[in-house]
């Protein structure tokens, strides 16, 4: 293959993989998740999302989000710690922290955050399924190198994850704080992007998807309280 073939071959590589969402992105939705990892809502009441929506989710038809204003956010569950090592353990329950803090940055601003169930309360109760750090050197490879790309996007193709990134599932339930009414649910699964300013940091992936589904979940309730200035992530 002649140098000009092979750089016409390598500008494809790139097109296609910035086309995937990978540069500049830290995380994006994977393109399945296992509807039995669901600890905090019963899986058969979930269906399945549309677009852009979380890949399974539940909304009550007679949920009136309008009354709300206020939440109470518990602390972030790790779903099947005893299977995980201290290393492990200890990541998880960083991100656990992360969650419980991006959540109560994002609803601050359109709620009144309370410490226990008072009139008019909406109560957020999140678990951490399961979550996969990257792993930097095979990271590298996968992002810098044309034919660690190409191979890349062929496990894209297969899987919907690419090389050497991270990943995380999380469910978030919204109830009434005070009768415990299920109002809405959701379960979700993001996998890395290939963001070279934050390669060397291996749990960054997982990180990022959190401060998304932060986003995400500020959105959704403004969306469905039919407020006018819903920013969507």
């Given at each position: 293959?002649?140098?000009?073939?092979?750089?016409?071959?390598?500008?494809?590589?790139?097109?296609?993989?910035?086309?995937?969402?990978?540069?500049?992105?830290?995380?994006?939705?994977?393109?399945?998740?296992?509807?039995?990892?669901?600890?905090?809502?019963?899986?058969?009441?979930?269906?399945?999302?549309?677009?852009?929506?979380?890949?399974?989710?539940?909304?009550?038809?007679?949920?009136?989000?309008?009354?709300?204003?206020?939440?109470?956010?518990?602390?972030?569950?790790?779903?099947?710690?005893?299977?995980?090592?201290?290393?492990?353990?200890?990541?998880?329950?960083?991100?656990?922290?992360?969650?419980?803090?991006?959540?109560?940055?994002?609803?601050?601003?359109?709620?009144?955050?309370?410490?226990?169930?008072?009139?008019?309360?909406?109560?957020?109760?999140?678990?951490?399924?399961?979550?996969?750090?990257?792993?930097?050197?095979?990271?590298?490879?996968?992002?810098?190198?044309?034919?660690?790309?190409?191979?890349?996007?062929?496990?894209?193709?297969?899987?919907?994850?690419?090389?050497?990134?991270?990943?995380?599932?999380?469910?978030?339930?919204?109830?009434?704080?005070?009768?415990?009414?299920?109002?809405?649910?959701?379960?979700?699964?993001?996998?890395?992007?290939?963001e070279l300013s934050?390669?060397?940091?291996?749990?960054?992936?997982?990180?990022?998807?959190?401060?998304?589904?932060?986003?995400?979940?500020?959105?959704?309730?403004?969306?469905?309280?039919?407020?006018?200035?819903?920013?969507?992530?």
């Amino acid at each position: 293959m002649n140098r000009m073939k092979r750089a016409a071959l390598l500008v494809m590589i790139v097109a296609a993989a910035l086309q995937l969402g990978g540069c500049g992105v830290g995380s994006y939705q994977a393109r399945s998740v296992d509807l039995q990892e669901s600890p905090l809502v019963n899986p058969d009441i979930l269906v399945q999302g549309k677009d852009d929506q979380a890949l399974y989710r539940y909304v009550n038809p007679k949920a009136d989000v309008k009354q709300y204003t206020k939440v109470l956010i518990n602390p972030v569950l790790v779903y099947g710690y005893m299977e995980l090592d201290k290393d492990e353990l200890e990541n998880h329950q960083k991100l656990a922290n992360n969650a419980y803090v991006y959540v109560t940055q994002e609803l601050e601003k359109d709620y009144r955050i309370v410490k226990a169930p008072e009139p008019g309360t909406l109560r957020i109760e999140m678990a951490i399924v399961n979550a996969d750090s990257a792993k930097p050197v095979r990271n590298t490879l996968s992002t810098i190198v044309p034919v660690g790309m190409a191979l890349s996007l062929v496990k894209y193709t297969a899987t919907g994850k690419q090389a050497g990134v991270g990943e995380i599932t999380m469910q978030i339930k919204i109830t009434d704080a005070g009768t415990g009414e299920l109002l809405g649910a959701a379960l979700d699964r993001r996998v890395g992007g290939k963001e070279l300013s934050k390669l060397w940091s291996s749990w960054h992936n997982a990180d990022d998807a959190l401060k998304y589904w932060a986003k995400r979940l500020s959105f959704t309730l403004c969306d469905m309280r039919g407020g006018t200035n819903c920013v969507k992530p």
